[in-house]
């Protein structure tokens, strides 16, 4: 081989290598082209706003999916609820591309799996049955009344829980489980939003249907009566959301609830003290026992007696210093005394069980006085 054909032979095998090379690059970008990735299915979870617990998970389909179509030409899209069943909500007509992504569809909430529907039901029917327009009962002789309190509301739902769902059979854990849940800001938030306009209708159903037996005569109420319920419960709470900003705003207010349901508790205790040294007194004297003992049994009951007096003292002092602080509040001048102290009650043992009760007592006020201005609104219709 001679020296001249040794380059040739080099460049001719450098020249197939580049060429060789250039082929597999435009292979190489021929498939990056054309390539699409795989749309892995995922599940996401989209919760309504404010918490409410009727919430809706909604499958995403991949790209390729097929959608079924009905036979109106419109798709359907399955909205699968927290207890596993599948809803179907009609989209709009089927003209989209087969690889067009599926825009999901989000059910309305409509209601909370813990305070249902029924509770509004049952608490509208409650503070309605106990209004009494003027001449329907003797209390209502000269004014109408509204014969109910904070009082009788804790009740009725702390034993019947109407309309409150929990997990479990004791009801002390279960109404504590549901307070829990219930006295949240955003939760508050979420169902006074959910729920006003429906509570607001059961009033006025409740009302309108309900009769009343005035000078002999039984009948449906009139607008003027309507209209007294209604300033009624406005007065009634805003009253109480004049209470519960007391005890958020008073930086001393659990202290002084605590001294005084403290006193309450002691003015019992005395009392039962003083029951049984005059039982042991009386039991010494129809038994004919001697002086001496006779005598250490008086004394006995005398002394408790007196702690007794103290006791009850104590107690109508530190009841008459909160009553009086709560008062300064406006609205709450509107409400009598013990219905007032019962609300504070109340706050204090349910801020022991919550992390940001000032917060919480707050937000309670705010959502109070919308709904007593919702009901001063009806009243003007």
């Not at 609830?257 to 003015?267: N, T």
Request: proline share 4%.
């Amino acid at each position: 081989m001679s020296n001249n054909e040794a380059p040739k032979k080099q460049n001719t095998t450098l020249k197939r290598a580049l060429w060789v090379a250039l082929v597999i690059l435009a292979i190489v970008l021929t498939g990056l082209w054309t390539f699409e990735p795989e749309i892995v299915e995922t599940e996401t979870q989209l919760a309504p706003e404010g918490e409410v617990t009727n919430q809706v998970r909604i499958p995403l389909h991949t790209a390729t999916e097929q959608v079924p179509t009905t036979e109106s030409g419109t798709t359907e899209a399955g909205i699968e609820t927290d207890n596993g069943a599948v809803a179907v909500a009609p989209s709009a007509t089927n003209t989209a591309k087969p690889n067009t992504p599926i825009t999901p569809v989000i059910k309305k909430v409509t209601e909370d799996t813990v305070i249902q529907p029924s509770f509004i039901s049952d608490l509208s029917k409650l503070i309605v049955t106990a209004y009494k327009p003027k001449g329907s009962h003797p209390a209502a002789s000269k004014s109408a009344k509204l014969m109910l309190d904070a009082k009788v509301i804790n009740v009725h739902y702390g034993i019947e829980m109407t309309g409150l769902s929990w997990k479990g059979d004791d009801l002390a854990i279960g109404r504590r489980s549901v307070m829990r849940y219930a006295l949240r800001p955003t939760m508050i938030n979420a169902l006074y939003m959910l729920y006003k306009q429906r509570f607001v209708d059961a009033i006025d159903t409740e009302l309108t249907n309900t009769t009343r037996t005035i000078a002999g005569t039984e009948r449906t109420l009139t607008a003027e009566e309507r209209n007294d319920f209604y300033r009624l419960a406005a007065q009634r709470i805003r009253a109480t959301a004049g209470v519960i900003k007391s005890c958020a705003k008073v930086d001393s207010a659990m202290s002084d609830i605590g001294v005084w349901l403290q006193s309450e508790r002691d003015a019992i205790a005395a009392n039962l003290r003083f029951q049984s040294a005059l039982h042991d007194y009386q039991v010494s004297k129809e038994m004919n026992s001697t002086p001496s003992v006779t005598d250490a049994a008086k004394r006995k009951m005398q002394a408790e007696g007196t702690a007794y007096e103290e006791a009850i003292r104590s107690r109508e002092e530190y009841k008459a210093a909160l009553a009086n602080m709560i008062r300064k509040f406006k609205w709450a001048k509107d409400q009598d005394d013990e219905t007032n102290l019962y609300i504070a009650s109340w706050v204090f043992r349910r801020s022991k069980d919550i992390s940001n009760p000032k917060q919480v007592m707050m937000t309670i006020q705010d959502r109070l006085l919308d709904l007593a201005g919702t009901m001063d609104s009806q009243a003007s219709r």
